[in-house]
């Protein structure tokens, strides 16, 4: 069953169109990756979603309820989280207070106003809970990025969508990053929707990929089928 | 910082004061009057400024508008000055929440602006309505107690300072002040945690100008003459200072800026109105070389408080 669906969306900055009528489905439980080319629309899609930018046309349906052009923090507490390409720590706060703003105000938290042992607990789950009391401008990349995936986790998601988690990370960490992201899957029952660059990682996880060219859909499949696919090869390597 | 031990320094600090008019004379409890009325301006505006990253230039304004609505009321209507208190306060409260209402979708600089000129606009008002507000002259106005006597007052304001630094606790310890610090931060990332930017931002500036005018209220009836120096820009930058030497975004920054400030320029009055210039170059100075400000040089000096920042590889120094 279709958890999330974007139909017909479209979006443009001034002359330039980011994305042009793409539709798509994420079916519950799956990982799906989103991947193309640079300025593909990738992260366009995300805004659109995430109700970070409004489409100019076409709508987003999340179970069943159209979401199209609600705020963000609306559309989190339907049960969207998101991770940021760049990531947006809240610098001058430490990690705990970090995951704390994610626990707080969701609806579906469990913490009962203590949130101080649920926020750690989201930390110890991306294994930066010794952490937890340094302030996050002072975290690297890689930390940086696990502290965004516990702060999305915090706010108990339907889905995660994560934007680029593995920059920076060598092809062992990349690995286990990957068990990692279907761990968390199978364990807290979420889906995910993924924009990823590193290929490799996505042809391991995901079930489907979705590739966009040019802010237009390009195709989708299984990661077997994307990559034999000749428009996916022309789209990445050229002519 | 646990409510048990806030309570504690907050009701220990408050009667060590409280011994203060049985050794100081009027002189120096003027001073110390004052001191408590920058604490409360200074206060208010660090939970704009250094809690939701709103740097407001209209708090003194909202100083004004509190000490206006409770003296015009008092001249005019022969409203009692308590009540007057009140109803400037509620006045300040709603006009910051049409402000912060109108500044919403503006960030930084924009909003820096559009307060300033809210502020330019109201001290324009003050001075051409002469009728109403008897201009640059001041509004003379009544007292809060029956008998002048500085102590009164001192006890009123150490009051009203303890009332705005609950408020302010209250609201920064509680789950909302994470949001605060979350908006300031990064407000898109906020947002997408479920953070109601919008209602943060004005929720921060509704309760700063609330406080404000309940400061400007109290203080314009001690002093029994209200003039557009109360809400002027010069008071403005003054509690900018305060805040920023002292140390904004942290709880005790204001506290001790307002106090070590107004102490220091009693000493300095012979220079005039040089004094705010020299505070605007020590804030610059402080921005640029100690952006935490005095509560964060001890901070980063004292063994008990928070580790500094980053881990520096040494460098021979300590």
């Not at chain 1, 949130?115 to 989201?122: D, K």
């Not at chain 2, 250094?50 to 409203?79: M, P, R, W």
């Not at chain 2, 001041?138 to 609950?166: D, H, N, R, W």
């Amino acid at each position: 069953m279709a958890l999330l669906e974007g139909l017909r969306l479209s979006k443009r900055f001034g002359g330039v169109t980011a994305l042009s009528e793409v539709s798509f489905t994420v079916e519950e439980g799956t990982i799906v990756g989103l991947i193309g080319p640079n300025g593909a629309g990738k992260t366009t899609l995300f805004n659109l979603v995430a109700g970070a930018l409004k489409p100019d046309s076409g709508r987003v349906v999340f179970r069943g309820e159209d979401i199209t052009g609600l705020s963000p923090n609306i559309v989190c507490r339907h049960g969207i989280a998101r991770t940021f390409q760049v990531t947006r720590p809240f610098g001058t706060m430490t990690c705990l207070e970090n995951v704390a703003v994610g626990v707080i105000n969701s609806p579906r938290s469990e913490s009962d106003g203590n949130w101080r042992a649920t926020a750690l607990h989201y930390l110890e789950t991306v294994g930066v809970e010794d952490l937890a009391f340094t302030e996050a401008r002072h975290l690297n990349v890689v930390q940086k990025k696990k502290l965004e995936i516990a702060r999305a986790l915090a706010t108990r998601p339907k889905i995660l969508m994560l934007d680029e988690v593995l920059g920076g990370l060598n092809s062992q960490e990349i690995v286990q990053a990957v068990d990692f992201i279907r761990r968390l899957r199978d364990e807290l029952h979420l889906t995910v929707f993924w924009i990823e660059h590193v290929m490799g990682a996505i042809m391991k996880a995901a079930e489907k990929v979705i590739v966009l060219d040019q802010g237009q859909h390009l195709m989708e499949g299984t990661p077997e089928q994307v990559v034999a696919d000749s428009r996916v090869i022309h789209a990445y390597l050229g002519e | 910082m646990t409510d048990i031990r806030f309570y504690l320094i907050l009701f220990a600090a408050a009667g060590l004061f409280s011994l203060l008019p049985l050794g100081l004379g009027d002189y120096h409890l003027h001073v110390m009057i004052v001191s408590l009325y920058y604490l409360m301006m200074a206060s208010s505006w660090n939970l704009l400024a250094g809690y939701t990253g709103q740097v407001s230039f209209a708090h003194a304004a909202f100083a004004g508008i509190g000490a206006y609505t409770s003296g015009i009321l008092a001249v005019e209507f022969g409203v009692n000055p308590w009540a007057g208190v009140i109803i400037g306060t509620a006045a300040a409260s709603l006009l910051g929440l049409g402000v912060g209402v109108l500044c919403l979708r503006m960030g930084g600089i924009y909003l820096s602006l559009t307060t300033l000129g809210f502020s330019e606009i109201l001290r324009i008002v003050i001075t051409n309505e002469y009728d109403i507000t008897r201009g640059t002259m001041g509004l003379q106005v009544p007292g809060l107690v029956e008998e002048y006597s500085k102590a009164a007052y001192f006890y009123i304001m150490l009051g009203a300072a303890m009332i705005t630094l609950i408020v302010l606790y209250k609201l920064i310890y509680s789950n909302k002040g994470l949001c605060f610090r979350a908006v300031q931060n990064d407000e898109r990332a906020a947002a997408s945690l479920g953070v109601d930017v919008v209602k943060v931002r004005v929720l921060a500036f509704t309760v700063s100008s609330a406080l404000a005018g309940l400061a400007g209220g109290l203080y314009g009836h001690y002093l029994h003459l209200i003039t557009p120096e109360i809400p002027s820009l010069d008071q403005q930058f003054l509690v900018l200072s305060m805040t920023v030497i002292g140390g904004m975004g942290s709880f005790l920054g204001p506290v001790i800026g307002a106090f070590s400030l107004e102490i220091l320029s009693e000493y300095i009055r012979a220079y005039g109105e040089y004094h705010v210039l020299v505070f605007g170059l020590i804030a610059l100075v402080v921005a640029r070389f100690a952006p935490n400000g005095l509560m964060g040089l001890a901070a980063s000096r004292l063994p008990g408080g928070p580790a500094p920042a980053v881990t520096v590889p040494s460098t021979g120094k300590s």
